[in-house]
C-alpha cells in the first residue's frame, strides 16, 4: 500500500452547525498480514501508546452507538437525526476496524483481552444502563451519556486533528497501512466532530452539565490511556518486561512528533469549557474531506 501523508492544514471555515453535513459510513477495509508488532520503527513506546486506541475504541464506539440509538426518539430536528444516523454508521464501522487490529496483536503473542474486559466493565457497568428508573429519570440518565460522549469527542476530534497534521510518523517510516486507519479515523472525527455537542446542546442547552461530565471524562480518558499502555508494555512478549514506561520517554517521543502534545490537549479541554465554544472551531473539515478523498483505503471502499 502505498505511503500516506498528512493534508496540508486549512483554516477551519465558519460554519453553522447543520450546513451541508451528511455523514457517510466509508466500509474501509485494512490487511494486516505484514503490520509488524512495532509499527513505529524502533519506538516500541510509542508504537503501544498510540495502540491504546485499539484498546479503547471497540468498546467504547460500540457504546457511543447504543447511547445514540436509545437518543434518536428525543431528536426534534430532521437534520439533527440523519447527522446522528450518520455518526452511527461511521462509528460502528470504526469499531469493527480496531476490533480488527486487537485480534491481529493476539496472533502476534500480544492478548490484549484482559485489558479490553476491564474497558468493557466500565463501559457496560459504570457508564451503562439503570435498570428500575422511572421514565424522567432514565432520559436524565441518557442525558448524561450523550454528554460524556460529546466530552470523549472533543478529545478523538483533538487526536484526528493531530494524526492529519503529524509528519513525525511519516519520517519515522511508521507503518502505512496503520498510519492510513488513523488518518482515516482521524479524518472522520473532525468530519463529524460537532454530532454529538449538537446532540447534547439540543437535548439539554445548559452548561453545567457540559462542565461536569467533561471534568468526568477527561480524567477518566487519561486513566484508562495510562493503564493502557502499561498493560501493553507488559504483554508485550518481545520486551520481556525491559521497558517500562516513563515520563521522560513520553517527552523525548512527543519531541520527536510521534505522540500529541499532552499540554495542548488540556488547552484543548480547557477550550471546550467557554461558554461559547463548538467543535467547529477545532480542526478542518476542508482538511479531513481531502484526506478522506486520497486515503487508499476510503478510495478502495468507495470503488466498491
Known amino acids: 500500500m502505498p505511503r500516506t501523508t498528512p493534508v496540508?492544514?486549512?483554516?477551519?471555515?465558519a460554519v453553522r452547525v447543520h450546513d451541508s453535513l451528511v455523514l457517510e459510513p466509508r466500509d474501509v477495509r485494512f490487511d494486516w498480514a505484514r503490520l509488524p508488532l512495532h509499527w513505529v520503527p524502533d519506538e516500541p513506546m510509542a508504537t503501544?501508546?498510540?495502540n491504546v486506541l485499539h484498546l479503547l475504541l471497540p468498546e467504547g464506539e460500540r457504546w457511543f452507538v447504543k447511547v445514540f440509538k436509545e437518543a434518536l426518539p428525543l431528536i426534534r430536528d430532521e437534520q439533527l437525526r440523519e447527522e446522528v444516523l450518520g455518526f452511527i454508521g461511521?462509528?460502528?464501522i470504526h469499531a469493527e476496524a480496531h476490533q480488527e487490529v486487537l485480534d491481529h496483536l493476539l496472533g502476534q503473542g500480544l492478548d490484549p483481552r484482559?485489558?479490553?474486559?476491564q474497558v468493557a466493565w466500565v463501559f457496560q457497568r459504570v457508564l451503562g444502563d439503570r435498570p428500575g428508573l422511572s421514565p424522567a429519570r432514565q432520559r436524565e440518565a441518557l442525558i448524561e451519556r450523550v454528554a460524556a460522549?460529546?466530552?470523549v469527542e472533543h478529545?478523538?476530534?483533538?487526536?484526528?486533528?493531530?494524526?492529519?497534521?503529524?509528519?513525525?510518523?511519516d519520517r519515522a517510516k511508521a507503518d502505512p497501512t496503520m498510519l492510513d486507519l488513523l488518518r482515516w479515523h482521524g479524518a472522520e472525527e473532525v468530519e463529524h466532530r460537532s454530532v454529538a455537542f449538537d446532540l447534547l446542546v439540543h437535548l439539554d442547552p445548559g452548561y453545567a452539565r457540559r462542565v461536569r461530565t467533561m471534568a468526568m471524562a477527561g480524567p477518566l480518558l487519561a486513566h484508562l490511556?495510562?493503564?493502557?499502555?502499561r498493560f501493553l508494555l507488559a504483554a508485550d512478549p518481545t520486551l520481556d518486561g525491559r521497558l517500562r514506561p516513563s515520563w521522560r520517554e513520553a517527552y523525548r517521543i512527543t519531541k520527536r512528533g510521534l505522540l500529541p502534545d499532552p499540554v495542548k490537549s488540556i488547552r484543548s479541554g480547557l477550550r471546550y469549557l467557554k461558554p461559547g465554544y463548538h467543535p467547529t472551531q477545532e480542526g478542518s473539515s476542508s482538511q479531513a474531506l481531502g484526506y478522506l478523498a486520497t486515503s487508499p483505503a476510503?478510495?478502495?471502499?468507495?470503488?466498491r
Open 114 to 117: 484482559p485489558y479490553v474486559r
Open 155 to 169: 478529545f478523538t476530534a483533538f487526536l484526528g486533528n493531530w494524526i492529519l497534521n503529524s509528519p513525525g510518523l
Open 48 to 50: 503501544h501508546i498510540l
Open 8 to 13: 496540508p492544514a486549512l483554516a477551519a471555515p
Open 298 to 303: 476510503a478510495r478502495a471502499a468507495a470503488g
Open 225 to 229: 490511556w495510562v493503564r493502557g499502555v
Open 149 to 151: 460522549i460529546a466530552a
Open 90 to 92: 461511521q462509528e460502528a
